[in-house]
């Protein structure tokens, strides 16, 4: 039953990725709301769930953007294993270090993607990629977690999202 909740609210956040979070932008960036989602449940079941979701969510993000398929696939599903390392050792009650966490995954996500996009022959500018991307939405999710972790933990602890 979490399963079919957490795909259920999956596809919610990638609804709100691709309808109204288009207006709710920072800094020119949109919060990656999978991401944080990826980050949560990783940190709460472990690295082999993190990552199962991390591929799941990154390619659901494939097929909506159209792009290159397998890149948010890729990064997501690393960043939910390597995530989901820190299952026991962290002090994952707190929402800081969790939103500590979700700025860390957003920049290692955000590089792997860019090092895939040098590696496919585009040519983006370090700099540019670094203070007009990446930076501004590790911001912006480490934010989105401080707002959103806490009911998820108690969620995935105490209510609907537990594991039995």
Known sequence: MHMLIFALLLG????????????????????????????????????????F??????????????YYLGMNTLSLT?????????????FRENQ?????????????????RYLLILSLGITVLPGEAL????????????AVALLFYRRFYLSATEGILRIP
């Open 12 to 51: 919610l956040a990638l609804v709100l990725e691709s309808t109204v979070l288009q207006f709710v932008r920072v800094a020119g960036v949109k919060p990656d709301l999978v991401l944080v989602l990826v980050v949560f449940y990783a940190i709460i079941n472990g690295s082999r769930e993190g990552a």
């Open 53 to 66: 979701w991390g591929f799941m969510g990154g390619l659901a993000q494939d097929f909506l953007s159209g």
């Open 131 to 142: 203070w007009g991307l990446i930076l501004p939405l590790g911001v912006y999710n480490a």
């Open 96 to 112: 800081f270090v969790l939103a500590g966490i979700a700025f860390l995954a957003t920049l290692a996500v955000e590089a792997i």
């Open 78 to 90: 690393v960043i939910g294993y390597l995530v989901g390392l820190g299952h026991t050792r962290l």
